[in-house]
Antibody
């Protein structure tokens, strides 16, 4: 059973960059069968897909967030990361990393999530 | 962007009742639709994929149906642990989630 764990600062100032890392264990991030994804959930609201990456480095971003996003992968550490620039209070959310099965599969494993608040 | 509309927003039922949740897509998603369950303070858990396939370890009381634009998730007899929020998600074109249906105790 693969395990995913998010890590990173819980508080980010407005206009700064949000940075999170997801560490994958009990499974290889280099598997050809999966993509590695970020999803967020503002407090009391629904889920929003952010983007995903393949172990080769190919990325796919939500069109609404694309201009502010960078997702990268470090296969030597079995980790992938999210950077989101120019954050505002609207980016306050629980951020989840998740494993996405190859198309057209679902998100089959999720991290526990980490709350990131944007505030001065 | 494909919009998924879930209804009702809230479903008030008693343990043992049958629950039927709806998810409607703004355009066809074939059967590329999944359902997730989320309890307070927890990550979502995959229930159904490919519109009607139960994920590993999911009890038989959960079933999914539909294709194209209209989908449903049915819980045949609600157990106390089934009271939660349920989301549908499509992967036909990019990725989007529905707004969720909360199943609460009546």
């Amino acid at each position: 059973q693969v395990l995913l764990q998010e890590s990173g600062p819980g508080l980010v100032k407005p206009s700064q960059t949000l940075s999170l890392t997801c560490t994958v264990s009990a499974g290889s991030i280099s598997s050809d069968d999966y993509f590695w994804s970020w999803i967020r959930q503002p407090p009391g609201k629904g889920l929003e897909w952010i983007g995903y990456i393949y172990h080769s480095g190919s990325t796919f971003y939500s069109p609404s967030l694309k201009s502010r996003l960078t997702i990268s992968v470090d296969t030597s550490k079995n980790q992938f990361s999210l950077k989101m620039t120019s954050v505002t209070a609207a980016d306050t959310a629980v951020y989840y990393c998740a494993r996405l099965e190859e198309w057209p599969g679902p998100f089959d494993s999720w991290g526990q999530g980490t709350l990131v608040s944007v505030s001065s | 962007e494909i919009v998924l509309t879930q209804s009702p927003a809230t479903l008030s039922l008693s343990p043992g009742d049958r629950a039927t949740l709806s998810c409607r897509a703004s355009q066809s998603v074939n059967t590329y639709l999944a359902w997730y369950q989320q309890k307070p303070g927890q990550a979502p858990r995959l229930l159904i994929y490919g519109a009607s396939n139960r994920a590993t370890g999911i009890p038989g009381r959960f079933s999914g149906s539909g294709s194209g634009t209209d989908f449903s998730l049915t819980i045949s007899s609600l157990e106390p642990e089934d009271f939660a929020v349920y989301y549908c998600q499509q992967r036909s074109s990019w990725l989007t989630f529905g707004g969720g249906t909360k199943v609460e105790i009546k």
